[in-house]
């Protein structure tokens, strides 16, 4: 897609209504130059020291557009994973390409397990050994049990991830190469949770709590850094007014 068609296209998406805005409510994250853990809406993403600090808001941008796209065209599907393929549709049409995508249904069977346990050893498979081991993505999901349930990032987090027949949520990567134009990647777990009512902290959710199934999409996605920059702009004015309710980062 060419960049006027790719500008085009982030300005016609449908996007939900949003929540008013405060004044003096800060609407824009810091972020760093080394490795750290944000939530865009229903995604935790890790970015490597690998990611520039203005490369890393742009990924975060184009993350929550996909995601309030995707939310707004699919409300009234009870399929999680139609959401998740309208959440890769508009990451495509803005100069992502899909790397690999595949789709899995998983049986629980200790299904006394918490649903941040559940998808560890899951999110490690996609991940790959070597980064898996020091993924502080994987460390907070280790240490969630200990976490205070009120903390804003989950609060943030379940909101978004519900849905009417469950719920759904993303477990993302970001890592980058050297040079002049570096190529922007992203290892990506999506989870959907099939069950008889919308899910309340999904992240502590047990399985035996009632019939429910895991599905996940693993895909691996890819940009470059000159058409990230082409775009982000455009991008950045469409999900701005979203950002408070959206974005935060997490404290390890």
Known sequence: MKLHEARDFVQSLDLPEPAPQLEGVETSVTYGSQQEVVTVGAQVTEFSAQVAPTQRAAVADCLLLAQLAANKATVQNPDQMAWYRKYVEVLQNVGWTVESLSLEEKQIEQLDLDVHKAIIPVLAEV???????ASMVIAVLQGLQEM???????TVFDRASQHASGAKFQVGYVNATTGDDPAIAIKLLAVA??????ITQVLFFKFSDQDAKLRTADSRLGIVGSRLDSIKGAVAERVLPFLADNVSKLDI
Request: charged residues 25%; aromatic residues 4%; without cysteine.
């Open 127 to 133: 991940l790959g050994p070597a980064v898996a081991v």
């Open 148 to 154: 205070d349930k009120g903390n804003p990032w989950i």
């Open 193 to 198: 949770i099939d069950a008889k009512r919308t």
